[in-house]
């Protein structure tokens, strides 16, 4: 059974840090594309970041670069999302997802999904 499992999420004043990690379980890890996406209410889902765990390939929506680092460890076979210099917009609950055959920041691209972690910022 695929399982993808985020923690991390946690209120945090604006200028500060959090880490987000992505644990995975039930497939072969290390030929995969593993996303990270964000809902605020009201909002649809939207892509941040994605990295390719066979190459460590990685890509950054244009609102999050030079802000979020998204790694991969793949011995651990977990995908962690440093967010540091938050903004209020940063606002929402943060999801991961996997597929085997697609990398980049449409959510129908995507087979598996977390059940998500809130990263709330406060000003």
């Known amino acids: 059974e695929v399982q993808l499992v985020e923690s991390g999420g946690g209120l945090v004043q604006a200028g500060g840090s959090l880490r987000l990690s992505c644990a995975a379980s039930?497939?072969?890890?290390?030929?995969?594309?593993i996303g990270w996406f964000r809902q605020a209410p009201g909002k649809e889902r939207e892509g941040v970041s994605c990295?390719?765990?066979?190459?460590?390939?990685?890509y950054y929506t244009d609102s999050v670069k030079g802000r979020f680092t998204i790694s991969s460890d793949n011995a651990k076979n977990t995908v962690y999302l440093q967010m540091n210099s938050l903004k209020p917009e940063d606002t929402a609950v943060y999801y991961c997802?996997?597929?085997?055959?697609?990398?980049?920041?449409?959510?129908?691209?995507?087979?598996?999904w977390g059940q998500g972690t809130q990263v709330t910022v406060s000003s």
């Open positions: 990295i390719s765990t066979s190459d460590g390939s990685t």
């Open positions: 039930g497939f072969t890890f290390d030929d995969y594309g």
């Open positions: 997802a996997a597929s085997a055959k697609y990398l980049g920041y449409s959510p129908w691209g995507y087979d598996y």
